[in-house]
């Protein structure tokens, strides 16, 4: 019944790879998101999908493309990974974009590239 | 620029004691403001969810308030538990012309200990 999934929870990798990270949530939520937690802990936006559209790209490189088969899925998949792109990667989904609507998070992939 | 200060960095409290956690924020215009508790390991999950027109609410043993004026909020704990062990993060929405952007606060790091 896990309300925002995503996978796999950790994973290693040698620079240049390509990975995948896949998102589920089965809350009926119209908003997903991609968030990047740094070793400081802040929290920042990556891409917003609305409805399979996307909204929000902040700047970030384009090795970072972000898919959306259907409003229940947003994956991230990284090309031509770098040392600088270990992070812990968050999922998140919310009713809609904007207003009051609180964010659900999944519990995050660390990626970490060597 | 759009900034969210928390304080203090971390703090170590006694089981069954209060706390309170404070956040001063930059943020304009305004949307609402928001706490999250991020267990280790997990992602946040939303405590609480203030409006301007807000100045405290409630959620369990977790109330925070809301200083619109000052531009500052605290999350004050009741009774503190060893499960309330966690990063709190404080989280500001900007307003809905600018794309309801959200600025994240780097969190406050408390430890409850028996």
Redesign the interface.
Known sequence: DTA?SQTPKYLVTQMGNDKSIKCEQNLGHDTMYWYKQDS??????MFSYNNKEL??NETVPNRFSPKSPDKAHLNLHINSLELGDSAVY?C?SSRR????S???????TRLTVT | KNQVEQSPQSLIILEGKNCTLQCNYTVSPFSNLRWYKQDTGRGPVSLTIMTFSENTKSNGRYTATLDADTKQSSLHITASQLSDSASYICVVSVGEKYGNKLVFGAGTILRVKS
């Open positions: 925002v400081k802990k802040f929290l920042k936006i909204i929000i968050f998140a974009e904007g207003g009051n609180p964010l659900h998070f999944g519990n995050g």
